[in-house]
């Protein structure tokens, strides 16, 4: 089991309170969030993801058919596409994603699950940097089913002219679910 796995659903309110019970050097015990870094240097909760991390369920997270992925010390970038995926438990999650970090202008779109878009051509030009944040559901469906809805995984896939991303926060949403 990895931390990613172990999230707990506090009823009372409809506030959703992340619990990593796989202590490790990222997620302490009780976190209520998840965070991703694409650049810089590791800090006490935010492990630096960097190209190839290949998603592998041991991990629990990584990148999914993005072979023209680059890894920069600002953060990571593709010339046209790259996917990004997490295990998560079936829920609603706040998702922040600070864009920007390359040398060029990048335009991404974000889409999630089944190719919801979520963000739209975000512009940003070079040193600049933006933040979005978002809200999606988890949904974890019949065995067989093969859409990307239902792999037990956050799937957000990133797009545009040099979509860039450079961090990424998941937390459970008090947001009623869709």
Request: hydrophobic content about 40%; charged content about 20%.
């Amino acid at each position: 089991m990895n931390a990613f796995t172990s999230f707990t659903k506090i009823a009372a309110g409809s506030l959703l309170v992340a619990a990593a019970a796989v202590a490790g050097p990222f997620y302490p015990a009780g976190a209520t969030t998840l965070h991703f870094a694409f650049e810089g240097s590791p800090n006490g909760d935010r492990p630096i993801v960097r190209p190839p991390a290949i998603y592998h369920a041991d991990d629990g997270f990584g990148f999914v058919d993005s072979p023209r992925l680059i890894g920069t010390a600002l953060g990571v970038t593709a010339p046209k596409y790259f996917r990004f995926d997490v295990d998560l438990p079936a829920g609603t999650y706040d998702v922040t994603v600070k864009l920007g970090g390359t040398r060029e202008e990048s335009v991404t779109s974000i889409k999630a699950e089944n190719h919801q878009p979520m963000v739209s051509d975000v512009h940003v030009t070079s040193g600049e940097k933006v933040v979005k944040t978002f809200t999606v559901t988890v949904k974890h469906s019949a065995q067989g089913d093969t859409s990307l809805e239902s792999d037990r995984r956050l799937t957000l896939e990133f797009e545009g002219t040099n979509p860039s991303l450079m961090k990424l926060d998941l937390k459970p949403s008090a947001k009623p679910g869709g």
